[in-house]
């Protein structure tokens, strides 16, 4: 039987060359990883058994070191305590010695206290008596005075006593006079209060009715005067009043009108932005057609503070405001920043024209230095020199020379564009 013949192999294409070419790059990195992690593992595993080794061998030389800072530490204190109980039987003896000698001046001090007390007793005995002898002598004269004072005291109360009653029967029958008066002229006042009360009470009444004819009259006048008035003007805004009517109907539909033409421009502005953008697409850049709309540039903390500085309620009117421009954020966003970079190159233009003119007024300067005109002439410059002087103006003290005194030096000074040429 004929073998059977193999399958002829065909050519891959590109797109299957790629992805085994992929396939193997992806094993290769995979097989790159792994021995990564592997390598890695181990250099952990040995870094973790040097790490305990080391820490093993510390604590052992730390115990070796302590048993010989104990042998050294035990002998120190040995000495130390030598030196402490030989200081302390020292210190007791000297305490000894003080003690004994407080107790005998305590038994002297209290012998002298003793006696000065048995002394203070003494005196205050004589202090006592004293005192008992000057009490009595003026409790003696108190009692003197105070038994003057008392018959005084008497005396002077029965006459204010006798004083006051015979003031309060004067006074009594002038109060009973007065109250007769006052009764006579009260009953006087009254009369003529009721004569004169009567007397106005009628003239009021008489000035009352004549006052309400006059009025009435007044009233009716200026009531007939009212209805013709109000007749004429009812027969002369007649015509007036159709043709308002006439204005406020068409000024209803007027104002439908307005309002249909007011959204048809809306839209029709809207029709315009949009148009506007398909245009300024054309000439934006790479990074704008990538990344069209750029987050804020404030950091949350500023954002923060700016709500805080300016607080916004959001209205159930605002809120539907918000709602209806919700579709122009994007825009909005771009239009800022188109407005922004606009701003930034305004502020740009202006310095480079600070910085432009500063550096024409520099080139002046130096230009009117190295050159000759009368412009300059006429002005001060202090490169310009004839005859050792300068069209600066001088000062109008110049230090005085005495004989004998060095001329001072002079200074030649050289344009420089006189050197430039005989350099050149």
Known sequence: MPKKRKKAKLPLSDEEQLLLFQQKLLAEEEMAKKKERLLSQFLKDKLAKEEHNSALNLNKINTQWRTVLREVKTRELHKDIEILSQTFERVVDCKDSVIKSLAKDLSEAEEQHAHALRSHLHNIDQLLALQRCRLSRLEEGYNAELEALTKEFETERKTI??????????????????????????????????????????????????????????????????????????????????????????????????????????????????KLAEICRKFETEEEKVLPFYSSVLTPKEQEEIEEIYPEELTEQLAKVIVNYTGMENFWKRYNKVKLEQLSLQHRHVQLLEINGKLREMLKQYLDGISVSDEVMSQLNPLFIVNHRSNLPQPLSTPTTQPGDKPPPTTYIIEAAHVISHIL
Do not use: P
Request: charged share 40%; aromatic share 10%; no cysteine.
């Open 161 to 274: 006593t006798d004083q006051h009653e015979k003031e309060i029967h004067y006074l009594q029958d002038v109060f009973m006079a007065m109250e007769q008066n006052y009764i006579d002229s009260e009953y006087e006042s009254k009369l003529e209060f009721q004569s004169m009360w009567d007397d106005l009470k009628n003239k009021n009444l008489e000035e009352k009715h004549f006052l309400r004819l006059k009025l009435e009259n007044i009233v009716e006048d200026l009531w007939r005067r009212f209805q013709d008035a109000l007749k004429n003007y009812t027969d002369a805004t007649e015509d007036q009043k159709i043709a308002f009517e006439t204005l406020q109907v068409k000024d209803e539909k007027s104002s439908k009108e307005i309002e249909a033409q007011m959204k048809k421009i809306q839209r029709l502005q809207g029709e315009k932005i949009l």
